[in-house]
């Protein structure tokens, strides 16, 4: 099965300030990756999605963006923060959509 | 768009007790439909999937089925254990994963 990792775990960051977020999958190649933002109460949302090496697609427009520079690496970034960006941040993988879905252990974002 | 509900969103049973959890879904054209199970600050578990033309799915003391017709789907976990208290979400693959809010389960010892 995959194993997703993610940094940092939890990150503190003033509003304003540029963020970020690094996932990395092993034990599998050219996979889907997700990216969602799970606020305190409420479900997943997804962000953004790929299927391959710069290939980006947005479903929520805002002051988030992605990039994919390699197969198994999927970065979330923000030139400067809101205080709405406060969450927890989750990367995922699957291989098809008739595949499961995998997920890493989040990133916890306070903006202050 | 799809939309996944989850009832109860909180349900606390004695230790032992079989229980059901309830997922809904509004559009029946899904690919499969996941269970996954998330402790807290951590992230989600896979625990069972289910294809769009299967009916169940079993792993240990976990059974997932699966009514694309009516749009649901159950999860029933068979004498349950304080090690199961976590949320557990549901997602209908369409075009992209359709999360649930969960279902908060406590199981007391």
């Known amino acids: 099965s995959q194993t997703i990792h993610q940094w940092p775990a939890t990150l503190v960051q003033p509003v304003g300030s540029p963020l970020s977020l690094e996932c990395t999958v092993e034990?599998?190649?050219?996979?889907?990756l997700y990216w969602y933002r799970q606020a305190a109460g409420r479900g997943l949302q997804l962000l953004f999605y790929?299927?391959?090496?710069?290939?980006i697609s947005s479903e929520v427009p805002q002051n988030l963006s992605a990039s994919r520079p390699q197969d198994r690496q999927f970065i979330l970034s923000s030139k400067k923060l809101l205080l709405s960006d406060s969450g927890f941040y989750l990367c995922?993988?699957?291989?098809?959509?008739?595949?499961?879905?995998?997920f890493g252990p989040g990133t916890r974002l306070t903006v202050l | 768009k799809q939309e996944v509900t989850q009832i109860p969103a909180a349900l606390s049973v004695p230790e032992g007790e079989n229980l059901v959890l309830n997922c809904s879904f509004t559009?029946?054209?899904?690919?499969?439909l996941q269970w996954f199970r998330q402790d807290p600050g951590k992230g989600l578990t896979s625990l069972l999937l289910?294809?769009?033309?299967?009916r169940e799915q079993t792993s240990g003391r976990l059974n997932a089925s699966l009514d694309k017709s009516s749009g649901r789907s159950t999860l029933y976990i068979a004498a349950s254990q304080p090690g199961d208290s976590a949320t557990y979400l549901c997602?209908?693959?369409?075009?992209?994963?359709?999360f649930g809010t969960g279902t908060s389960l406590t199981v007391i010892p």
């Open positions: 995922a993988s699957g291989r098809s959509s008739y595949n499961e879905q995998f």
């Open positions: 034990g599998t190649s050219n996979p889907n």
């Open positions: 790929s299927v391959g090496i710069g290939q």
């Open positions: 559009d029946s054209a899904i690919y499969n």
């Open positions: 289910i294809q769009s033309s299967q």
């Open positions: 997602a209908a693959r369409g075009n992209q994963f359709y």
